[in-house]
């Protein structure tokens, strides 16, 4: 059964997140939060909302249907893997997304009105367009920010999301933005980086640069070791910017002509079972390729069934796209 129409309708802007048009359009219906709109489309929470609401979504709000196509994240098991589809990218590993905990940027929600896709990423923890760090929680209630919420522009508490000072990002961060967004094709401007360590990424997938990232700075020192299921637990905004910066240093240490000794190092730093797995099962065969040459050339480890074994250290770097 469709839903009833809403009154005021309106089309997705083509970089709006799902969840937030889905808000937005709640309340420029004064509704006040999402209770009703989820009635009409049957499901408890906001989480739900997948490809089989498309269409339902698309009538309640007197939407362009091919737009809100677009803004569907789409879900699949493969071969045990749960990829998802977002805004036409693929996306291997779940927790590389935060589609269900939202953070955001209050000059573009000053600027724009609208909740945009690149802060459902991970590793997106800053607005390249206003080189502001994003937040994800509240800076007058402390919680972090939910979807079940009364206003797209106001915290549970009722502060105002676009009213807070903002603190300028970091170059790392901003440079992981960019690069998601570019991929995203939300801004087709995005200068490419010239930093040595942002070459790796050229010509990898959004998934294979983002799990390469991942790989390098997910741990925080070569004492920590990566739990089972830390890899796959949602991180925070801060815990991903520090990440991001690990690994805009390692990568570049790598790109630029490790010594044996600087090697040995970023061996214990590197997360090398992520960067295993990407060299194996990486989407793309440039993603498989770069993960492999790392792991070989620039760390001089060879990955024999599933363990490491110490090989030549003496090789030459020759790291694709370096
Ligand atoms: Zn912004
Ligand atoms: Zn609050």
Redesign the pocket.
């Known amino acids: 059964m469709m839903p009833t129409r809403v009154l005021v309708s309106g089309d997705p802007f083509p970089d709006e997140s799902l969840h937030g048009f889905v808000l937005r359009m709640a309340g420029r219906n004064r509704m006040a939060g999402l209770k009703w709109v989820l009635d009409q489309l049957g499901r408890r929470s906001i989480a739900q909302l997948g490809e089989a609401d498309e269409s339902k979504i698309a009538y309640l709000f007197g939407a362009d249907p091919h737009a809100v196509e677009r803004l569907i994240v789409r879900g699949r098991w493969i071969d045990g893997m749960q990829v998802h589809w977002i805004h036409g990218q693929e996306v291997t590993r779940p927790y590389l997304l935060r589609t269900a905990r939202p953070q955001w940027c209050p000059r573009c929600l000053a600027e724009f009105g609208y909740a945009r896709v690149p802060w459902d990423f991970q590793l997106v923890t800053a607005c390249h367009i206003h080189g502001a760090k994003l937040l994800e929680r509240?800076p007058?209630?402390s919680?972090p920010l939910r979807w079940q919420r009364r206003s797209l522009l106001a915290?549970?508490?009722?502060?105002s999301l676009q009213n807070v000072s903002c603190t300028p990002a970091g170059d790392a961060e901003l440079a992981v933005a960019g690069w998601i967004n570019a991929h995203l094709a939300c801004d087709s401007t995005n200068d490419p980086g010239t930093a040595s360590w942002q070459s790796l990424l050229e010509g990898l997938s959004l998934d294979g640069g983002m799990r390469l990232v991942y790989a390098a700075g997910l741990r925080r020192d070569a004492g920590h070791r990566v739990g089972p299921g830390e890899a796959r637990a949602g991180l925070t905004t801060l815990e991903c910017r520090l990440a991001c910066e690990r690994a805009a240093e390692r990568l570049g240490r790598l790109a630029s002509m490790a010594s044996d000794e600087d090697r040995t190092h970023l061996r214990q730093l590197v997360h090398l079972p992520a960067l295993l797995a990407l060299s194996q099962d990486g989407a793309t065969a440039a993603d498989r390729q770069l993960a492999r040459s790392m792991l070989e050339v620039g760390l001089g480890v060879a990955p024999t069934h599933g363990r490491f074994a110490s090989r030549s250290q003496s090789a030459q770097l020759a790291l694709p796209g370096v």
């Open positions: 509240c007058s209630c919680r915290c549970t508490c009722g502060a």
